[in-house]
């Protein structure tokens, strides 16, 4: 299966670079390839449908070690690529899935740190990350009060506790400040992926075609036929938005090196 532009539904502009960062590097996208292949997943399954993919990735065996592998073989991916565990939902959903929704990625997390062999001597945290605002740490912190209160209830069924303890999700995340909007990210992965898609499908020699080329090509491809109700509602669309040339010629390579380099 050839692998088509991930889909990020992130909401906010740093979660959703910071997700792009990853699934746009070409190492990133053969690795996906090639574990697609190995986990025979030729049709790629709705956010909504864990379960259908738990199903699938058992068999009708319903032999549970193979999700094991699975996830081992993402976490493998994560640390490949240098990310930290918040990163695995993403990597699962660029895996399996035709989108990777929002909530799938936090830049601020809360992490029970368990260091010692007494059961009970565990310690609290919430991660922060140079993406972490005020409101996500005071988010962090409600949720964790909720959760102590719900640990009475945890601590008496281990698989519960386990189940809690699985949901508290983190991340790092590159930071790339060129970006001033999600329009302006949309655009950028679409012409990374117009320019560099054939060398990112393994053909290395494919020959790139022309910033003007592919202004006219994404020019045509706008859902609304480049007609839109209001000028700054253009001004957002990734296809034809685009006032200059220029700007692209420079962000592009820009954003090409910070693949290469993050
Ligand atoms: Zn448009």
Redesign the pocket.
């Known amino acids: 299966m050839e692998i088509e532009m991930f889909k990020i539904g992130a909401t906010s502009l740093k979660h959703r670079t910071s997700i792009a960062l990853l699934v746009d590097k070409p190492e990133f996208v053969k690795t996906i390839k090639r574990l697609r292949e190995k986990w025979n997943l030729t049709k790629l399954f709705q956010p909504d449908q864990d379960s259908e993919l738990m199903e699938h990735i058992c068999g009708p065996e319903k032999n549970y070690d193979r999700w094991d592998n699975f996830c081992a073989d993402i976490e493998t991916v994560r640390r490949c690529f240098n990310r930290t565990p918040n990163f695995d939902k993403v990597i699962k959903y660029a895996l399996a899935f035709t989108e990777i929704p929002e909530g799938a990625f936090r830049s601020t997390y809360f992490k029970a740190i368990d260091n010692s062999e007494y059961p009970d001597d565990i310690e609290y945290a919430i991660i922060v990350t140079p993406h972490s605002t005020p409101a996500e740490v005071t988010s962090e912190l409600k949720e964790f009060k909720q959760i102590m209160q719900d640990q009475i209830e945890y601590r008496s069924d281990k698989g519960k506790l386990e189940r809690a303890i699985e949901k508290y999700r983190y991340e790092p995340g590159p930071a790339y400040k060129d970006f001033d909007s999600l329009g302006t990210l949309d655009r950028t992965r679409l012409w990374y992926w117009e320019m560099y898609g054939e060398q990112i499908a393994g053909n290395a020699n494919a020959k790139l075609k022309s910033y003007e080329e592919i202004d006219k090509e994404l020019?045509l491809e706008?859902?609304?036929g480049?007609d839109?109700e209001t000028k700054a509602e253009?001004k957002k669309?990734p296809?034809?938005?685009l006032d200059d040339i220029n700007s692209m010629q420079h962000l592009l390579p820009k954003y090409k090196k910070a693949l290469e380099s993050q």
């Open positions: 020019r706008c859902p609304k480049q839109h253009q669309c296809y034809c938005g």
